[in-house]
């Protein structure tokens, strides 16, 4: 069985620039997750969606960040513009449902604001 | 404030050292605690759930214990391969939070 899958895994660009991350998570997981991961740190929760409804999203910037799961399936996280503070790894996840505990991590998109 | 705290942040241990990770909480409404295990550049990967105190769960050299104020990594005989990010995460409502992890390396 395919796990999550992320895309692209390495992406470097100047501030003020916009970026867009791509997630195609497992088949028949309703819950998906976008995460975002300092060095040293553990990951922290952006947004989470059941199906294609962004149920937890207290934790986005909304004033730059943007997320989308059409279709309840795979999902797109944007930022513009993206700033210096924003390179981190953004990591997605998926599962079965919310409260197992159980994620299924993709290896994640490394970003690199210049 | 919930809060997930890890300890030690970095461990080194010889190969076949056993030893102990820590992961304490101090959450209300705690609804499971879960392990994971995450390698440079790669995603977490998932462990262990715990859902009460005097749960144990078992898995290799791993064994994962729970009480009402943390819960315990066991880490029996390791091997090099065991080198990782160990984090431990819970569950209140419907809000995970995850420790900061602890840096495992054992040395051949």
């Known amino acids: 069985e395919a796990g999550v899958v992320q895309s692209p895994r390495y992406k470097i660009i100047e501030k003020k620039q916009p970026v867009a991350f791509w997630c195609n998570p497992i088949?028949?997981?309703?819950?998906l997750y976008w995460y975002l991961q300092n060095l040293g740190q553990g990951p922290e929760l952006l947004i989470r969606y059941e199906n294609e409804e962004a149920v937890d999203d207290s934790q986005l910037p909304k004033d730059r960040f943007s997320a989308e799961r059409l279709k309840g399936v795979d999902s797109t996280l944007k930022i513009q513009p993206a700033e210096l503070g924003d390179s981190a790894v953004y990591l997605c996840?998926?599962?079965?449902?919310?409260?197992?505990?159980?994620?299924?991590f993709g290896e994640g998109s490394r970003l690199t604001v210049l | 404030e919930d809060q997930v705290t890890q300890s030690p942040e970095a461990l080194r241990l010889q190969e076949g050292e056993s030893s102990s990770l820590n992961c304490s909480y101090t959450?209300?409404?705690?609804?499971?605690l879960f392990w994971y295990r995450q390698d440079p550049g790669k995603g977490p990967e998932f462990l262990f759930t715990l859902y009460s105190a005097g749960e144990e769960k078992e898995k290799e050299r791993l064994k994962a214990t729970l009480t009402k104020k943390e819960s315990f990594l066991h880490i029996t005989a390791p091997k090099p391969e065991d080198s990782a990010t160990y984090l431990c995460?819970?569950?209140?409502?419907?809000?995970?939070?995850f420790g900061t992890g602890t840096s495992l390396t054992v040395i051949p």
């Open positions: 088949s028949g997981h309703n819950t």
């Open positions: 996840a998926s599962s079965l449902g919310h409260g197992t505990g159980e994620l299924f």
């Open positions: 959450v209300s409404g705690l609804r499971g």
């Open positions: 995460a819970v569950i209140v409502g419907n809000q995970f939070y």
